[in-house]
C-alpha cells in the first residue's frame, strides 16, 4: 500500500477542500454558533414551519404524479415493441435534461396562452404550477429508470405463474413490481431530492406565497441580510438531503440483477402501448415546444432583438456574449469533472479497488447533498471576503457549477471502470510493463465511452444551472438560464424565448451526442 | 459518430476562448475603469440618458473610463457591496433609498461626503436621507396609486380616495403591488400603510396594518420589481392600478401626449398623505478611485445632470430650482403633500423594519394560502408513500 497513491487523488481533494469542505464549515459555524435559542427560534418560525410543510408537500405530490405517468410509461417501454421505438425512448429521455428554466417559461406561456383561457382562474403561479412544472421535468426519470428495471425480468417467473393460472394484474403484481421496486424507489427518491432542492421554479412561480427551503434561504441571506437565519435552514435542508441520498445509495446498490433469461417482448407492435407513450413524450416535451413555436412565430423580432444592444444594461453584457459565456463556462465545467473524475479511477487502478464505492461519502455525496444557493451562499460566506472574489468571480461559478456536475461525472466514469475485466490487470501486473501503459492501453480504452457521457453530461448540467450562478453573478459573465430570468417577465418576450430555444437546441444535439458515443444513465 | 470525430469538438474550446473576451470588447467594457459604479437597471433609462459618457465628457476621460454595473434592484446593490465592503470594486453606490440607508450605515458601507453644491439641494432632503451626507440625495419621489383611468373600472374620487377602498374586491383585484422585499417602491407602500393604518392602536386610519396586507393578498397581483409590474398593467386587461410615483402620469403626457393615466394618494379629512422616497448616490468606503468619485458625485447633483431628471428618471430631482417641464401638469403638486415620512421616524424604520418585512411575509401569505397550502393533500400523498417504504423493508 503506497500513501502516495493519494497523490492522485490531490488536486480533487484540493478542489473540494478549498470550494466546498471550507465553505460549508463556515456556514456549520455560523448555524451552530447562533445558539441553541437562535436555531429553534428559527425552525420553529410560522413562516419556516409553512415553508417547510410546502418544500416537503411539494416534493411528495411531484413523486406521486411523476409515478403515476413514468411507472405506465417505463412498464410499456419495456413489454412492448412500439412504432418508432428508438425515437420515442430519446423523446421520452430529453426533457429531463432541458434547463429548468427553458421548462418554466415554456409551461408559463403554455398555460397563460392556453390554459387560462379556457380555465378562466388558473394560474400558473400557484401550487398546482409548480408541481404540475416538477411532474413535467420528472416524468422522464421515473420512465427510463423504471423501464430498466423492468427490463429485468425473468421469463421463467412469467411462464411459471401463467401456467399456475396467475392473471396479467396478478403477475405484475407479484412479479413485476417486486422487480421494479428497487429501481421505482432509487428514482422516487431522486425526483424528491430534485424537487425538494427546487429552485428557478419556485422562486418564479411560487412568488411570495410559496417558497421551498432552497428560496428561502436565498431571500434570507442575499434579501434581508439574516445570514445566520440562512445558514440553520441551510443546515436543516441539507440534513434532509443527506438521509434521502443515503437511503438512495443504499437501494440503488441493490438493483442491479443479472437475469440471463429476461422477459421477451410479444413479436407484434403494440398500438395502445405506442399512442400512450407518445402521448406522455407530448407532454414532457409541451414546454419545449412552446418556446420554439413561439420564436419561430415571432421569427423578425427575433433576430432584430437578439442582435439590439438594448438589453446590454439589464444583461450585463450583449445577448452574443450570454451565449458563448454559457458554452465557455460549459467546456470547462465539463472538462474540469472528466478530469477530476477520472483521477479517481487511476486512483483505484493503483490501489486495485474493485470499485470506488469507499470514495463515495466523502467524494460526492456531501456535495451531492448540497443545494446550489447553498454553496453558491457558502462560497460568498468565505471567498467573497477576498478582494479578488469580484474579479476571479468566474473560477467561483465554474466550481460552483463543478460541484453539482462531479456526482453525475464521476458517475459515469467510475461505472465505466467498473466494466474493465480486473483478470486482464491481474495479468499485467505479472508483466513488465509500466502502468501507465496500462492505464493508457488498457484502461482507457473501457473508460473512453464513460469519459465522453460524463463531458457532455457535465455540460448539459452547466449550461442550464441556475441557483449558484443566479446566487454569484456578477457583471458580464451572465448565462442564458440567468438572461432568461432577468428578461423573464418584463423587458422582452421575444428574447427569454430565444435564448430557451437556443438552449433546446443545444440539449438536443448534446443528447445525439451523448446516444452515438454511449448512453446516458439517468441516476447517480 | 466515430470517436475521433468526437475530437472535434474540443476545437471548440481555443474558439470560445478567443471569442468570448472578444465580444466583450464590444460592449465597451474597459479593463481597467477609471471609476465603477453600482446602480440599478432602470436609472435614467426610460427614454435613457447616457450619464456615464457624459461624465466622461464633462470630466474629460477617454470613452469607457466608467464603468456602470446595473443590478435588478437596490437589495442586489447593497448585498453586493457587504459582500466587498473589506476589499471593494465599486467607488459610488447610485439608487440607495431613505429606508435602505439604514442597512448601508449599520454594515459601514459608505463614507460621508459633502459634495460641491450641496447648498442648492431642496431644504429637508439631506436630513430625511442623512444629514451627515453618508448619502447625498438626487431625486425623490411621493409613492401613489397609478391606474389607467379608461381601463379602471369602479367609483374613485381621487380627492377623497382612501386606502379601505382599496380592499373592496372590485379594488384589490385590479391593483398590483410590488414585493418590499425586493422593490424600493413596494417598501415604500408598506411603509405608507405602516404609517397610515399602524398597529391597532395607533395610526390615522382604524384598523391594522397587517389586516390590510391580509386582505389585500386575496386577489392583489405581486411582482418582484416596477418594471414587471408596469408590464402586466399594460399587458393584462384587468389589471389596471399599480403601485408607482405620484409623478408617473407625466411620463404618457411627456413622451406621446397621453394623459390617460392617474395618480392618486390616500386623503385623510382632507389631507393628502404620501410616503416620500429619496434616493441618494454614496462614496463607498475604501473607494480605489475616491477623488474621481467626489468629481462625479459633485457632478451628480449639478444642473447638467439634474435637469435630466424629471424626463429620464420621472420623478423629481433634488436640487433647487429646476422647474418641472409643462407636461408634468397631470401629476399631483408635490407641495400639496404631506410626507407621511414624519410619522415613521428613521430611528423607528431602523429598528423595525426586519420585523416588519417579517409580518409583512407572514400576511401577505397567511391570505388565500392558508386554506390552500394543499397541506391535506400532503398528508394524503404522505400517506400513499408508506405502504410502499414498509412493503420495501419487507422485501
Keep these: ?524 | 459518430m466515430r470517436f475521433y470525430q468526437l475530437r472535434r469538438l474540443w476545437l471548440l474550446i481555443p474558439l470560445l476562448l478567443i471569442l468570448t473576451p472578444m465580444s466583450s470588447a464590444s460592449i465597451s467594457v474597459d479593463q481597467s475603469p477609471s471609476l465603477v459604479i453600482y446602480t440599478y437597471d432602470s436609472l435614467l433609462a426610460d427614454p435613457g440618458y447616457a450619464f456615464d459618457r457624459a461624465f466622461e465628457v464633462y470630466a474629460g476621460l477617454p470613452n469607457g473610463s466608467v464603468q456602470v454595473n446595473y443590478l435588478s434592484d437596490t437589495g442586489t446593490i447593497l448585498s453586493r457591496a457587504i459582500a466587498e465592503k473589506n476589499n471593494p470594486v465599486a467607488d459610488i453606490l447610485i439608487g440607495i433609498d431613505n429606508v435602505l440607508v439604514h442597512q448601508a450605515r449599520e454594515e459601514n458601507i459608505l463614507t460621508p461626503y459633502i459634495p460641491d453644491g450641496a447648498e442648492q439641494l431642496i431644504d429637508g432632503l439631506v436630513d430625511d436621507l442623512a444629514s451627515d451626507y453618508l448619502l447625498t440625495p438626487y431625486d425623490y419621489g411621493v409613492i401613489a396609486l397609478w391606474y389607467l383611468n379608461q381601463e379602471f373600472e369602479g367609483d374613485l374620487d381621487t380627492e377623497e380616495f382612501s386606502l379601505d377602498q382599496l380592499l373592496t374586491e372590485e379594488f384589490r383585484s385590479q391593483l398590483i403591488v410590488q414585493d418590499p422585499r425586493l422593490s424600493s417602491p413596494g417598501l415604500g407602500f408598506l411603509l405608507t400603510s405602516i404609517a397610515l393604518y399602524g398597529d391597532d392602536s395607533d395610526g390615522i386610519l382604524e384598523g391594522n396594518w397587517q389586516d390590510f396586507w391580509r386582505s389585500l393578498s386575496q386577489e392583489t397581483a405581486i411582482t418582484s420589481s416596477w418594471g414587471d409590474a408596469i408590464t402586466r398593467l399594460y399587458a393584462e386587461e384587468d389589471r389596471t392600478m399599480m403601485v408607482s410615483y405620484t409623478s408617473s402620469p407625466a411620463y404618457g403626457n411627456c413622451l406621446w401626449e397621453d394623459d390617460t393615466t392617474t395618480a392618486v394618494l390616500p386623503t385623510v379629512d382632507g389631507v393628502q398623505y404620501g410616503w416620500q422616497q429619496i434616493e441618494g448616490i454614496g462614496l463607498v468606503n475604501n473607494a480605489p478611485h475616491t477623488d474621481l468619485a467626489m468629481d462625479f458625485i459633485d457632478w451628480f447633483i449639478s444642473e447638467e445632470l439634474q435637469e435630466q431628471i424629471h424626463l429620464n428618471q420621472w420623478v423629481y430631482p433634488a436640487r433647487d430650482g429646476i422647474s418641472a417641464p409643462d407636461c408634468y401638469n397631470t401629476s399631483i403638486d408635490p407641495s400639496t403633500i404631506t410626507p407621511l415620512n414624519s410619522l415613521l421616524s428613521p430611528d423607528t424604520v431602523e429598528q423595525q423594519l426586519d420585523m416588519w418585512l417579517t409580518d409583512w411575509e407572514v400576511s401577505w401569505i397567511e391570505g388565500p394560502v392558508s386554506s390552500n397550502d394543499g397541506l391535506p393533500i400532503n398528508w394524503i400523498a404522505a400517506l400513499l408513500l408508506i405502504p410502499i417504504l414498509r412493503r420495501r423493508n419487507k422485501v
Design chain 1, 1 to 524: 500500500m503506497k500513501h502516495s497513491h493519494y497523490a492522485i487523488l490531490l488536486p480533487f481533494l484540493a478542489f473540494l477542500g478549498i470550494f466546498f469542505y471550507w465553505p460549508m464549515t463556515k456556514i456549520l459555524t455560523i448555524a451552530f454558533s447562533a445558539g441553541p435559542e437562535q436555531i429553534l427560534a428559527v425552525i420553529s418560525n410560522p413562516l419556516t414551519t409553512r415553508f417547510f410543510r410546502f418544500t416537503l408537500g411539494q416534493s411528495i405530490l411531484t413523486v406521486v404524479g411523476a409515478t403515476l405517468l413514468g411507472l405506465p410509461t417505463g412498464y410499456l417501454l419495456s413489454r412492448h415493441r412500439l412504432f418508432g421505438d428508438k425515437f420515442i425512448r430519446a423523446a421520452l429521455t430529453v426533457p429531463f435534461l432541458f434547463p429548468p428554466l427553458v421548462l418554466l417559461l415554456g409551461f408559463v406561456l403554455v398555460s397563460e396562452n392556453f390554459i387560462s383561457p379556457i380555465f378562466n382562474t388558473y394560474s400558473p403561479f400557484s401550487y398546482s404550477g409548480i408541481v404540475i412544472a416538477h411532474i413535467l421535468y420528472n416524468v422522464s426519470l421515473i420512465t427510463r429508470i423504471t423501464e430498466s428495471g423492468f427490463a429485468g425480468e425473468s421469463q421463467g417467473l412469467h411462464d411459471l405463474a401463467r401456467t399456475m393460472g396467475s392473471g396479467t394484474w396478478s403477475r405484475f403484481r407479484d412479479i413485476s413490481l417486486p422487480q421494479v421496486k428497487p429501481a421505482l424507489i432509487s428514482g422516487l427518491l431522486l425526483v424528491f431530492l430534485f424537487s425538494f432542492n427546487s429552485f428557478a421554479i419556485v422562486l418564479i412561480l411560487g412568488e411570495v406565497r410559496l417558497q421551498t427551503l432552497e428560496v428561502m434561504i436565498y431571500a434570507q441571506s442575499r434579501l434581508r441580510f439574516n445570514i445566520e437565519t440562512a445558514a440553520i435552514l441551510a443546515i436543516l435542508q441539507l440534513s434532509i438531503n443527506l438521509v434521502v441520498i443515503a437511503v438512495y445509495t443504499r437501494t440503488s446498490r441493490s438493483t442491479s440483477s443479472l437475469e440471463l433469461n429476461t422477459l421477451q417482448k410479444p413479436p407484434t407492435k403494440s398500438l395502445y402501448a405506442t399512442l400512450f407513450t407518445y402521448v406522455i413524450a407530448l407532454l414532457t416535451w409541451i414546454p419545449a415546444m412552446a418556446v420554439i413555436y413561439y420564436v419561430i412565430n415571432q421569427q423578425s423580432i427575433s433576430l432584430a432583438e437578439f442582435f439590439s444592444s438594448d438589453y446590454n444594461r439589464y444583461l450585463g453584457t450583449s445577448s452574443l456574449r450570454v451565449i458563448l459565456n454559457t458554452l465557455f463556462i460549459g467546456f470547462i465545467v465539463a472538462i474540469t469533472a472528466v478530469l477530476l473524475s477520472l483521477s479517481i479511477v487511476v486512483f483505484s487502478y493503483l490501489r486495485r479497488e474493485e470499485s470506488v464505492d469507499r470514495l463515495l461519502i466523502p467524494l460526492i455525496l456531501l456535495p451531492m447533498g448540497t443545494s446550489a444557493v447553498t454553496t453558491g451562499f457558502a462560497l460568498l460566506q468565505t471567498h467573497g471576503q477576498f478582494s479578488v472574489f469580484s474579479k476571479i468571480v468566474l473560477v467561483y461559478i465554474i466550481a460552483a457549477q463543478l460541484l453539482i456536475a462531479i456526482p453525475f461525472a464521476t458517475r459515469a466514469v467510475s461505472s465505466s471502470w467498473e466494466n474493465v475485466p480486473k483478470e486482464i490487470l491481474q495479468v499485467t501486473d505479472t508483466m513488465d510493463v509500466s502502468q501507465v501503459d496500462v492505464l493508457r492501453n488498457v484502461i482507457f480504452p473501457y473508460l473512453r465511452t464513460g469519459i465522453f457521457v460524463a463531458f457532455l453530461f457535465s455540460l448539459a448540467i452547466s449550461i442550464g444551472e441556475f441557483g449558484a450562478t443566479f446566487y454569484l453573478i456578477r457583471g458580464e459573465w451572465t448565462t442564458l438560464s440567468l438572461a432568461i430570468e432577468r428578461l423573464f417577465t418584463s423587458r422582452s418576450t421575444v428574447l427569454p424565448n430565444m435564448y430557451a430555444s437556443f438552449l433546446v437546441l443545444f440539449t438536443l444535439l448534446l443528447f445525439w451526442i451523448i446516444e452515438r458515443v454511449g448512453t446516458l444513465e439517468l441516476k447517480l
